[in-house]
């Protein structure tokens, strides 16, 4: 994972708490400035750092780690509709998907 994907992956799953990046950084014992810098993949954790980030989740690095159904399902949906879209088509949509 880039530290992109892994800044995504912490900002989905405290949003899906209904965690606010204060409340996350006090269960992680690390500073609301560093998560905010995780979230927008300028840095990225250790696997000590990541660990209490999860531990202020509520979850497992493992679990961090897993693909959801959610994800399962938009995956395969993706790759169902591109496999009827031309080349460009899936071009555009790459990009645009990049932009969300």
Do not use: H, W
Not at 16 to 27: C, F, Q, S
Not at 86 to 92: A, I, V
Request: hydrophobic share 35%; charged share 25%; with cysteine.
């Amino acid at each position: 994972m880039t530290a992109e994907e892994v800044g995504k992956r912490i900002k989905y799953l405290r949003e899906k708490k209904g965690l606010k990046k204060n409340t996350l950084a006090n269960l992680a014992g690390v500073s609301p400035t560093y998560i905010d810098k995780l979230e927008n993949g300028e840095r990225c954790p250790t696997v000590e750092y990541l660990g209490y980030i999860c531990f202020g989740l509520g979850i497992t690095l493992a679990e961090f780690f897993l693909e959801t159904d959610e994800q399962k399902e938009l995956t395969a949906a993706i790759q169902s509709l591109t496999a009827r879209l031309t080349p460009k088509q899936q071009s555009l949509l790459l990009e645009f998907i990049k932009t969300i």
